[in-house]
């Protein structure tokens, strides 16, 4: 379980640090970073999966992502008595994010190569220039395992760091390039953890959903980004996961509803019988809404569970009826799987917190940095990012 999120100079995160539990919760109105919070996370998975460079650069590049206020903001600014203004940069160009699990901690530093002659075209294109992975939450350097600075990848033995490769490029992450279980083995098991985590952002519930018509189904232990595979979703449900906690969530938010799965020739349709209706309505037929909430069902209730769930904006379509019911069924979930939930709901988000191992952040805005409303009552844990030094 992440026990630490850590972002620094990414988008209106210019000094970040959160706590969380096993079910976190981030509210705040439009503008106040919910969705730069979404993308950070998205970035450290990017980094397991060897594209954060790539990821940033679909973002615009990096200098796109960077915080875009002063490197500094005096006291005099804070106060109101000077207005907020920059000066020559002092430090070097940064964007960091990190994470701390029960066991392990993980960094990352990304900034611009250093000028080249000729010059290269690639000049803006960001590069890492320093990955740790220690042991414990707070980074200190008799506790690195495994450290990365520039080209150079160092791990632990004997007699402390020993040299282990010499020649990463710097668009590639230590978790893509340094594979070896035996001898490095808390790559293997950070890089596992962080690609087990799956993000659902956009469910397609329209006429055209792939998820309303008819498909050949396969077995499916992760609902698909769009939530096209639905019915495979379900019935894999059905045959090898917690099928009555299926009926149970259905009936939850639809009492006497009950969600089917007809296969014919191994095209698998949904079907949902409702109270009062004679027949069963197909995909095809379902409101928008209840078929988003069949989603959410198939993503949630997966017989493989993720190390990390994030769900953005689930609410999209609900009727606010179904709210109480959605909570309840993250809450079960939670219980298994970590789980972040962004929403703009209030109702969802008083519901989830009457669920257990809740932690809520309410974001703000003040000189247009990210920062959460009453973080003096959080247990803000300690965070020391590796230097560059």
């Known amino acids: 379980m992440l026990t630490t999120l850590a972002i620094a100079n990414y988008r209106s995160l210019r000094d970040l640090v959160l706590p969380l539990g096993r079910l976190n919760v981030v509210t705040g109105a439009n503008g106040t970073g919910k969705s730069s919070l979404y993308r950070a996370l998205r970035l450290l998975a990017d980094a397991a999966h060897g594209d954060v460079v790539g990821s940033l650069a679909r973002e615009g590049?990096?200098?796109?992502?960077?915080?875009?206020?002063?490197?500094t903001l005096s006291r005099a600014m804070l106060s109101g008595e000077?207005?907020?203004?920059?000066?020559?940069?002092?430090?070097?160009?940064?964007?960091?994010?990190?994470?701390?699990?029960?066991?392990?901690?993980?960094?990352?530093?990304?900034?611009?190569?250093?000028?080249?002659?000729?010059?290269?075209?690639?000049?803006?294109?960001?590069?890492?220039?320093?990955?740790?992975?220690?042991?414990?939450?707070?980074?200190?350097?008799?506790?690195?395992?495994?450290?990365r600075r520039n080209h150079v990848v160092s791990v632990r033995g004997d007699h402390?760091?020993?040299?282990?490769?010499?020649?990463l490029d710097g668009f590639r992450s230590l978790?893509?390039?340094?594979?070896?279980?035996?001898?490095?083995?808390?790559?293997?098991?950070?890089?596992?953890?962080v690609r087990s985590w799956r993000f659902y952002d956009h469910f397609r519930s329209d006429a055209g959903s792939p998820?309303?018509?008819a498909q050949v189904g396969t077995r499916t232990t992760a609902l698909s980004h769009d939530g096209g595979d639905l019915a495979a979703a379900l019935q894999?449900?059905?045959e090898i996961g917690d099928v009555e906690a299926l009926h149970e969530a259905v009936s939850d938010a639809f009492p006497g509803g009950r969600v089917e799965v007809v296969a014919r020739d191994g095209w698998f349709e949904v079907e949902m019988v409702q109270h009062g209706l004679l027949r069963p309505l197909r995909a095809a037929e379902l409101s928008d809404g209840t078929l988003r909430y069949l989603m959410w069902i198939a993503a949630l209730l997966t017989p493989r569970p993720p190390a990390l769930l994030v769900l953005n904006e689930p609410e999209t379509s609900l009727h606010p009826d179904l709210l109480p019911a959605l909570a309840r069924l993250v809450g079960r979930v939670a219980s298994r799987s970590q789980v972040w939930v962004v929403t703009h709901a209030r109702a969802l988000a008083e519901a989830l917190a009457d669920q257990p191992g809740h932690v809520g952040f309410e974001l703000m805005k003040e000189f247009g940095q990210t920062e959460v409303m009453g973080a003096h009552a959080l247990e803000v844990p300690a965070w020391r990012w590796p230097s560059r030094g």
């Open 160 to 167: 402390g760091l020993d040299v282990f490769r010499s020649d």
């Open 175 to 193: 978790f893509t390039e340094v594979a070896d279980p035996v001898r490095v083995p808390e790559v293997s098991l950070l890089r596992e953890t």
């Open 82 to 147: 000077h207005p907020v203004q920059g000066g020559p940069r002092k430090g070097p160009v940064r964007l960091q994010l990190g994470f701390s699990t029960d066991e392990l901690s993980y960094a990352v530093d990304l900034g611009l190569p250093p000028p080249q002659r000729p010059p290269s075209a690639f000049q803006l294109d960001p590069e890492i220039k320093r990955e740790s992975i220690w042991a414990g939450g707070t980074f200190h350097p008799a506790g690195v395992l495994v450290d």
């Open 236 to 238: 894999t449900i059905v």
């Open 211 to 213: 998820a309303r018509r």
């Open 61 to 71: 590049g990096l200098a796109s992502t960077l915080w875009a206020g002063p490197e």
